[in-house]
């Protein structure tokens, strides 16, 4: 069984079209995330939601909107695609624990490679 | 700024050589510090995590160590073999409350056999 399920694994489109990516993780973690990696391969948070709630929001643009119906699944929207946008979006999870003893090892998906053309 | 360091070349190596990796962030006090794998087309998948109050980690083949004086750890893969050809990254987290991860480039690793 995938821990971590992303879809569609590619996506091509026209500038201007509005996508949406799904994930799914059915390992019972309490946070999910959304990471872009550019060309130059730098992982970089978007988002992160704790038990369905909003708790990081990196500087993205908002035409990128997060939306997380359950704990279980967080899918991420893009408006009005750009040339920019193109990389490929990784949705990973964690049990995290604050304090001392906090860990958040982080599961990731496959990735969605996203091309705007 | 902060900032995390890996080396952005590649690391060629000999089979059944040490591979040596370097993380180095400048400006954070991480509570701990972890390490990921990448291999093409797929995504980090966790290796080892060591805590600021730890020296060193070791699982397998594979040993962390964590300076926080010198901001720096090294990831270590003994007896290298070409199936640990892949991307190495490290991430840090900002604090314990702070759940996502600030990840290094990564280096890639090719185990020559």
């Known amino acids: ?117 | 700024s902060q900032k995390i360091e890996q080396n952005s070349e590649a690391l060629n190596i000999q089979e059944g050589k040490t591979a040596t990796l370097t993380c180095n962030y400048t400006n954070y006090s991480p509570a701990y510090l972890q390490w990921y794998r990448q291999d093409p087309g797929r995504g980090p998948v966790f290796l080892l995590l060591i805590r600021e109050n730890e020296k060193e980690k070791r699982k397998e083949r594979l040993k962390v160590t964590f300076d926080t004086t010198l901001k720096q750890s090294l990831f270590h893969i003994t007896a290298s073999q070409p199936a640990d050809s892949a991307t190495y990254l490290c991430a840090l987290a900002l604090g314990t409350g702070r759940r996502a991860l600030t990840f290094g480039s990564g280096t890639r690793l090719q185990v020559q056999p």
């Open chain 1, 1 to 117: 069984d995938t821990a971590v399920s992303q879809t569609p694994k590619y996506l091509v489109t026209q500038m201007g079209n509005d996508k949406s990516i799904k994930c799914e993780q059915n390992l019972g973690h309490d946070t999910m995330y959304w990471y872009k990696q550019d060309s130059k391969k730098f992982l970089k948070i978007m988002f992160s939601y704790n038990n369905k709630e909003l708790i990081i929001n990196e500087t993205v643009p908002n035409r990128f909107s997060p939306k997380s119906p359950d704990k279980a699944h967080l899918n991420l929207h893009i408006n009005s695609l750009e040339l920019g946008d193109s990389a490929v979006y990784f949705c990973a999870s964690s049990q995290g624990t604050s304090g001392v003893k906090a860990k958040n090892i982080q599961y990731f998906g496959a990735g969605t490679r996203l091309s705007v053309l």
